[in-house]
């Protein structure tokens, strides 16, 4: 009888350590993908306060924008000079989101940073 009555507990324990290992690779994809994004921020120029969010969203502006066209360039040269750039801001248009330009711009700021 005792051998039927620790099989629920088994089970749980078991469940418990999957449930375990999955937080854990959850927390390192996620560190992984943070780390990733900070050193394209880097690589990018900026220079300012590393913001996650609004780097991200820069960053699928970007990626929209070479969707859109389908040009390989378009990607690169979008997120070129942390964002502070001609092609930026034509993307911006061609995707519609000129509505959005005054915040879109204050995180280009924030992420360019300020230079000497």
């Given at each position: 009888m005792e051998l039927l009555e620790t099989v629920p507990n088994l089970?749980?324990?078991a469940l418990f350590r999957v449930l375990v290992c999955l937080l854990v690779i959850a927390v390192s994809v996620n560190e992984a993908a943070h780390s990733l994004q900070k050193r394209s921020?880097?690589?990018?120029g900026c220079m300012g306060l590393f913001d996650r969010s609004k780097?991200?969203?820069?960053?699928t502006i970007?990626?929209?924008?070479?969707?859109?066209?389908?040009?390989?360039d378009i990607h690169t040269h979008c997120m070129s000079n942390?964002?502070?750039?001609?092609?930026?801001?034509k993307c911006v248009d061609a995707l519609?989101?000129?509505?959005?330009q005054e915040e879109l711009d204050n995180s280009v700021r924030q992420l360019y940073g300020r230079r000497k």
């Amino acid at each position: 009888m005792e051998l039927l009555e620790t099989v629920p507990n088994l089970i749980q324990m078991a469940l418990f350590r999957v449930l375990v290992c999955l937080l854990v690779i959850a927390v390192s994809v996620n560190e992984a993908a943070h780390s990733l994004q900070k050193r394209s921020f880097v690589q990018l120029g900026c220079m300012g306060l590393f913001d996650r969010s609004k780097f991200t969203r820069l960053a699928t502006i970007c990626e929209d924008c070479f969707e859109l066209y389908r040009e390989p360039d378009i990607h690169t040269h979008c997120m070129s000079n942390c964002f502070k750039n001609n092609y930026f801001s034509k993307c911006v248009d061609a995707l519609l989101l000129t509505n959005e330009q005054e915040e879109l711009d204050n995180s280009v700021r924030q992420l360019y940073g300020r230079r000497k």
